[in-house]
């Protein structure tokens, strides 16, 4: 089975910019669509980012026009950018099968906004 492993995360002010990765251990494209999640604590975990192979994408209306969801060509790798970040943003972020197919989840990368 394909493994996902999340990267990326950190600690940014208000207003900046992250680049999150997932690597595959081999091709996505095995895998089909992906998306992006987050947990915040106390809160269940939440879909913002949804790809169909590259083709198209969907977006939470928390995130629209701030975060960009991307697959590379080689189809191993799925970015998410996300831009004009806010407190409200800081959570564990995922990625997995769009929508999740009973994949396991890894382990996350914390990204933390600071206002």
């Known amino acids: 089975q394909v493994q996902l492993v999340e990267s990326g995360g950190g600690l940014v002010q208000a207003g900046g910019s992250l680049r999150l990765s997932c690597a595959a251990s081999g091709s996505i494209y095995s895998i089909g669509n992906m998306g992006w999640y987050r947990q915040a604590p106390g809160k269940q975990r939440e879909a913002v980012a949804g790809e169909l192979r590259g083709r198209s994408s969907t977006y939470s209306d928390s995130v629209k026009g701030r975060f960009t969801i991307s697959r590379d060509n080689a189809g191993s790798t799925v970015y998410l950018q996300m831009n004009n970040l806010k407190p409200e943003d800081t959570a564990v972020y995922y990625c997995?099968?769009?929508?999740?197919?009973?994949?396991?989840w890894g382990q996350g990368t914390q990204v933390t906004v600071s206002s």
């Open positions: 997995n099968t769009f929508p999740p197919t009973g994949r396991p």
